[in-house]
C-alpha cells in the first residue's frame, strides 16, 4: 500500500514539474497575446477564442468523468491568464473625450477594466493623443440609436491614419439623480446635455421640471454635486451618481428603452484577427453618373452584405460626400482582395479602416 502512494506522488510530483515549466511557458505566450492586444486595440476578454479552445482541447480527453474537470481546469487557467494581462493592462493609456463619468469614459472602462483612462477635451484631443503617441489607443462614439451617426467621429477616420479595431455597444439608461438629502419632490430643475434632456423630454413634462443645458451629463451631474442644492436635479447614469456622491430619485426616465451608443476603438495598426468578423470601408465616388451604384454592386457582387451605408460632406468641396460601409467579412480574403481591387477603379479615395467584431455589448 505504501510503495502505491510513494508512486502515486512521484508521478504527481513528476508532472507538477512539468506542468510547472509549462505553465511559465504558457504564460510568456499570454504576454504575446497580450502585447498583439495593446497594439491592435483589443479587449482582454475574448469569449468566442475561449470557448474555441475549450471545445478543440476537451475533445482530446476521452475519459466523459474527466473531461468535466478538465474544462473547469482550463476556464480556471484561462482566468488566471486574463488576470495576468489585466495586470499588464495596468500602464494602457486609452484616450476619451468628455470627463470622469461621461459614457465614453464609462464605455472605456468596460472594454479595458485596467486601463488608464485620459480625459481630453474634445474628440479631436483625444484622437491626435493617439496619433502623437501620447495615449495607446481612444474610445469615441460613432453612432447613438436615438440621435444617430456622431459625424465629427466619423470625419476624423475618414481623414486620420487610426484604424478601428473594436465597436462596441454602450445601452444607455438616464437617471434623474439629486443630492444625497433630495427627493423626488424637492426637484424645480433639470440639467444635461441637450441630448438626454430631449431623450427625456416626456418624463419632464410629466414633472413639470425647468430644463437647463449642460456639456454633457457627468458635467451636470458635478454641477449638482457642487450645488448642494436640493431642488437642482441631473439627467445622468448609475455610474456617474456614484463618482460624484449623487442619489437616483427615479431610475430609467428616458423615453425609449432603446437607447444604445455605439463606440469605436481605434489604435495606429489595423487588427488581423478571426473573432474581428466585420470590416468598414471608406471611399469617394468619380463624380459621374452611376458611379455609387457601380461601387455597392461590386460589393455585393463579391458575396459582401452591407449592414450600414452613410454619406457625409466633404470638408474642402462643397456638394460633395464620402461614404461609410459597414459590411460583414474581412477583405483580407482572396474575394475580399478581389473586391477592393474593384471598388479602387471606380473610387477616388478607398480605404479599409478597420475590422470589428459586431454587436458587442458592453
Known amino acids: 500500500m505504501g510503495n502505491k502512494l510513494e508512486e502515486a506522488r512521484k508521478i504527481i510530483n513528476s508532472v507538477d514539474k512539468q506542468m510547472a515549466e509549462l505553465f511559465v511557458e504558457r504564460m510568456r505566450a499570454a504576454e504575446m497575446v497580450y502585447e498583439y492586444k495593446k497594439e491592435f486595440g483589443l479587449p482582454i ?5 475561449e470557448n474555441a479552445v475549450i471545445e478543440t482541447n476537451s475533445a482530446m480527453i476521452e475519459d466523459e468523468t474527466l473531461k468535466g ?13 486574463r488576470a495576468y494581462q489585466y495586470r499588464m493592462q495596468s500602464g494602457l493609456k486609452v484616450a476619451y473625450s468628455g470627463v470622469e463619468g461621461a459614457f465614453a469614459h464609462i464605455a472605456a472602462g468596460r472594454i479595458f477594466p485596467e486601463g488608464n483612462r485620459i480625459s481630453y477635451r474634445d474628440f479631436n484631443s483625444a484622437y491626435n493623443s493617439v496619433v502623437s503617441g501620447e495615449s495607446d489607443l481612444v474610445v469615441l462614439p460613432i453612432e447613438n440609436s436615438y440621435a444617430g451617426e456622431v459625424g465629427q467621429t466619423i470625419d476624423l477616420i475618414f481623414s486620420g491614419e487610426l484604424f478601428i479595431n473594436g465597436i462596441y455597444e454602450l445601452e444607455i439608461h438616464q437617471n434623474l439623480l439629486g443630492t444625497p438629502d433630495a427627493t423626488v419632490e424637492d426637484i424645480r430643475k433639470v440639467t444635461s446635455h441637450p441630448q438626454a434632456l430631449s431623450q427625456c423630454h416626456e418624463y419632464i413634462k410629466m414633472r413639470g421640471f425647468e430644463t437647463e443645458e449642460a456639456n454633457n ?3 451636470a451631474a458635478k454641477t449638482v454635486a457642487k450645488s448642494k442644492d436640493k431642488s437642482l436635479g441631473a439627467i445622468a447614469s ?13 431610475a430609467n426616465i428616458n423615453k425609449s428603452g432603446e437607447n444604445t451608443t455605439r463606440f ?3 489604435s495606429k495598426t489595423r487588427a488581423a484577427s478571426p ?4 470590416s468598414v470601408l471608406m471611399f469617394t465616388v468619380k463624380n459621374e453618373a452611376g458611379s455609387l451604384a457601380n461601387a455597392i454592386s461590386i460589393i455585393g457582387k463579391y458575396g459582401f452584405n452591407m449592414t450600414a451605408l452613410r454619406s457625409r460632406p466633404l470638408k474642402k468641396h462643397s ?13 483580407d480574403t482572396d474575394e475580399g482582395k478581389k473586391m477592393l481591387e474593384e471598388l479602387g477603379a471606380v ?8 475590422t470589428f467584431a459586431p454587436h458587442t455589448g458592453i
Do not use: P
Open 45 to 49: 476578454l475574448d469569449e468566442n477564442r
Open 69 to 81: 474537470y478538465y474544462i473547469d481546469y482550463l476556464k480556471h487557467m484561462m482566468k488566471v491568464s
Open 217 to 219: 451629463t457627468a458635467l
Open 238 to 250: 448609475v455610474e456617474t451618481a456614484e463618482i460624484y456622491g449623487l442619489k437616483i430619485l427615479e
Open 264 to 266: 469605436a476603438v481605434l
Open 275 to 278: 473573432s474581428l468578423s466585420s
Open 319 to 331: 456638394w460633395q460626400y464620402y461614404f461609410y460601409v459597414e459590411i460583414d467579412g474581412c477583405t
Open 347 to 354: 473610387c477616388d479615395k478607398l480605404k479599409v479602416a478597420g
